[in-house]
């Protein structure tokens, strides 16, 4: 049985960092990218970041890109993604999810295109 597991500090004051951690079980995590997406209140499910099964590629939103870094432990298999100087319109519910990859190049941005998903973990940035 896969599941992902997403865990943080829930509640994180604007202008301050949180690392989120999503943790695979019942897969072989190296051979899975993995995404993350989040939810805003009232909004569609949109993507954040990816990284290819090495990590040695990555994706980024242009809403993240620069203030955000998602890294992976395959040994651990574990993702993370670390996000720096927090906004409000950061409040959302984020999700990981895993995406089972045929190339170390795939960093898949679109929803459809994964395989498993997490329950979500709620950040909200206070301002």
């Known amino acids: 049985q896969v599941q992902l597991v997403e865990s943080g500090v829930g509640l994180v004051q604007a202008g301050r960092s949180l690392r989120l951690s999503c943790a695979a079980s019942?897969?072989?995590?190296?051979?899975?990218?993995m995404g993350w997406f989040r939810q805003a209140p009232g909004k569609e499910r949109v993507f954040v970041a990816a990284?290819?099964?090495?990590?040695?590629?990555?994706s980024y939103a242009d809403s993240v890109k620069g203030r955000s870094t998602i890294s992976r432990d395959n040994a651990k298999n574990t993702v993370y993604l670390q996000m720096n100087g927090l906004k409000p319109e950061d409040t959302a519910v984020y999700y990981c999810?895993?995406?089972?990859?045929?190339?170390?190049?795939?960093?898949?941005?679109?929803?459809?295109?994964?395989?498993?998903w997490g329950q979500g973990t709620q950040v909200t940035a206070s301002s």
């Open positions: 999810a895993a995406y089972l990859s045929h190339s170390d190049y795939e960093t898949p941005l679109m929803q459809y295109e994964y395989h498993y």
């Open positions: 019942g897969l072989p995590f190296s051979s899975y990218a």
């Open positions: 990284i290819s099964r090495s990590g040695r590629n990555t």
